[in-house]
Nanobody, 126 residues
Framework: QVQLVESGGGLVQAGGSLTLSCAAS????????MGWFRQAPGKEREFVAAISWNGGRTYYADSVKGRFTISRRNAKNSLYLQMNSLKPEDTAVYYC???????????????????WGQGTQVTVSS
């Protein structure tokens, strides 16, 4: 079992930055691939970014590539999402998720992730 808690969301103006954090507890964090997903009102949950167990592989949605950076610190059981040049269309609830199986090749598919946090709201005003 893994417990995930996101933090760092808030209200920011377009062009601004935020850093989301995801604190993990329970089973060994370093054994998991991790992902960030988001869900806007009236829309399906969508992939944002993912990272392998050791940070060696990272993947991004086209919509955030070049603006967002995913990282992790296994010694601190923590996952991060640095978000720059934020746009109103980035407004959503952001979730972190853990995948025990695909440790080296993190997935963009939300259905394969085993554990999820409760989410943190990010609102970008124009």
């Amino acid at each position: 079992q893994v417990q995930l808690v996101e933090s760092g969301g808030g209200l920011v103006q377009a062009g601004g930055s935020l850093t989301l954090s995801c604190a993990a507890s329970g089973r060994t964090f370093s054994r998991y691939a991790m992902g960030w997903f988001r869900q806007a009102p009236g829309k399906e949950r969508e992939f944002v970014a993912a990272i392998s167990w050791n940070g060696g592989r990272t993947y991004y949605a086209d919509s955030v590539k070049g603006r967002f950076t995913i990282s992790r610190r296994n010694a601190k059981n923590s996952l991060y999402l640095q978000m720059n040049s934020l746009k109103p269309e980035d407004t959503a609830v952001y979730y972190c998720a853990a995948d025990f199986l695909r440790t080296d090749y993190p997935s963009r598919d939300s259905t394969v992730y085993d554990y999820w946090g409760q989410g943190t709201q990010v609102t970008v005003s124009s």
